[in-house]
């Protein structure tokens, strides 16, 4: 299936392509598991090597990221008016609520941080517009900030794409090697954050 996209990709630049490449950046937020970041990295090699334009392969993948995090960000506040009666019982503890709410008010306070750092989390980035939503936090916000994420990353992807050239194999690699990495990394950040907040006993209500 992949391979197929790919060769229909090499021989069909246009606004279709262009249309697909930025599907492609958007989708990965609503379905993490399926190669967005392939596709669009292939996109930014045919950039290199094809005809594509470098500017419209840019713009496409920006707005994908753009409609797919906004998509994922209307989720999350959906989920933030209901939490109250839509919450697991085995979230409903008093530890489990303590620690989603210690996440929930960090994110209040940085989440024009996290959402820059969103796009640099391959296969976590979906949950960062998730957690703005249920922390509600303004969709302008959410929207200036997460795109400036991508025009950072998709910026480096093409200045990757064209140290690489055409050799998409290598570009590949390297972004997945980083893609371990950042989310080795993250899972630790985040498993420490958690675990610090169960420890944390919350405090005694008042006589």
């Not at 996290?114 to 969709?139: M, S, T």
């Not at 991508?150 to 064209?162: E, K, P, T, V, Y």
Request: charged share 15%; hydrophobic share 55%.
């Amino acid at each position: 299936m992949m391979e197929e996209v790919t060769d229909w990709l090499q021989r069909s630049e246009g606004p279709l392509a262009y249309a697909l490449i930025g599907g492609a950046s958007g989708v990965e937020y609503l379905v993490p598991p399926l190669p967005g970041d392939t596709i669009a990295l292939f996109g930014i090699a045919l950039a290199a090597t094809a005809g594509y334009s470098v500017l419209w392969v840019y713009l496409a993948l920006n707005l994908g990221a753009l409609c797919g995090g906004m998509s994922v960000y209307g989720i999350g506040r959906w989920i933030g008016v209901h939490r109250a009666e839509r919450t697991p019982r085995f979230l409903r503890t008093q530890q489990a609520r303590a620690a989603i709410d210690a996440t929930l008010e960090r994110f209040e306070r940085h989440g024009a941080l996290y959402l820059v750092l969103n796009r640099f989390v391959p296969a976590l980035r979906a949950f960062f517009f998730l957690a703005a939503g249920i922390a509600g936090l303004p969709a302008w916000k959410v929207a200036v900030f997460g795109t400036l994420s991508a025009m950072i990353w998709n910026g480096l992807l093409l200045l990757l794409g064209w140290i690489a050239g055409s050799n998409f194999e290598t570009l590949e690699r390297w972004v997945s090697t980083y893609t371990y990495v950042a989310v080795a990394v993250t899972l630790v950040v985040v498993g420490v954050v958690v675990w610090r907040a169960l420890r944390t006993k919350p405090a005694a209500p008042p006589p």
